[in-house]
């Protein structure tokens, strides 16, 4: 199976903050790699598909990045319906594997 | 409206099955494949299985080998969730998620909270 490694697990920043999360895959999964949000007691929501891709609907703030086995989500400019956790998936091979997600948090 | 609404929540006893539902509408469910997801209270989410489109041929993760079955009625426009011989540690969310370009989950139902307890 194709682990899937997030960091950090937990970050702390403000309104209006720029925000990196990354993760990495075991072995290079091309560009078959996903994020999404949840929010608490909440379904998962689909924010960039194929690692750069904005799913419609998703603001620009969000934007991806990376191929192989590092991949970058950044929010450029926080908001306060940004706080969530994030969860990276690939959809490589199967079994399709998430991230250990990353919890945003206000400071 | 792009949907999928998930039966409601279920409580088992250890060593019953139970079965989700998950109804698809507003596009055309027999063109995509369904997958199926769970999540245990504060745990990433694990993938189950899928379902394809067309054919409807389905793959199971290792884990859930013999005891899960994902089936679906396009005249129904469902997808279905059967996992047998529950135990405490399959209390969990279960999701199921429509897979779209680049096999992402593009869209999601919104939870079945299946419940195993004595």
């Known amino acids: 199976d194709i682990q899937m490694t997030q960091s950090p697990s937990s970050l702390s920043a403000s309104v209006g903050d720029r925000v990196t999360i990354t993760c990495r895959a075991s072995q290079s999964i091309s560009r078959y790699l996903h994020w999404i949000q949840q929010k608490p007691g909440k379904a998962p929501n689909l924010l960039i598909y194929?690692?750069?891709s904005l799913q419609s609907g998703v603001p620009s703030r969000f934007s991806g990045s990376g191929s192989g086995t590092d991949f970058t989500l950044t929010i450029s400019s926080l908001q306060p319906e940004d706080f969530a956790t994030y969860y990276c998936?690939?959809?490589?091979?199967?079994?399709?594997?998430f991230g250990g997600g990353t919890k945003v948090e206000i400071k | 409206q792009v949907q999928l609404v998930q039966s409601g929540a279920e409580v088992k006893k250890p060593g019953a099955s139970v079965k989700v539902s998950c109804k698809a509408s507003?596009?055309?469910?027999?063109?995509?494949?369904m997958h199926w997801v769970r999540q245990a209270p504060g745990q990433r989410p694990e993938w189950m299985g899928w379902i394809s489109a067309g054919n409807d041929n389905t793959k199971y993760s290792q884990k859930f080998q013999g005891r899960v079955t994902i089936s679906r009625d396009t005249s129904a426009s469902t997808a279905y969730l059967d996992l047998s011989s529950l135990r405490s540690d399959d209390t969990a969310v279960y999701y199921c998620?429509?897979?779209?370009?680049?096999?992402?989950?593009?869209?999601w139902g919104q939870g079945t909270q299946v419940t195993v307890s004595s």
């Open positions: 194929a690692a750069s």
């Open positions: 998936q690939q959809s490589y091979s199967s079994p399709v594997t």
């Open positions: 507003g596009f055309i469910f027999v063109s995509y494949a």
């Open positions: 998620a429509r897979a779209g370009e680049s096999n992402a989950f593009d869209i």
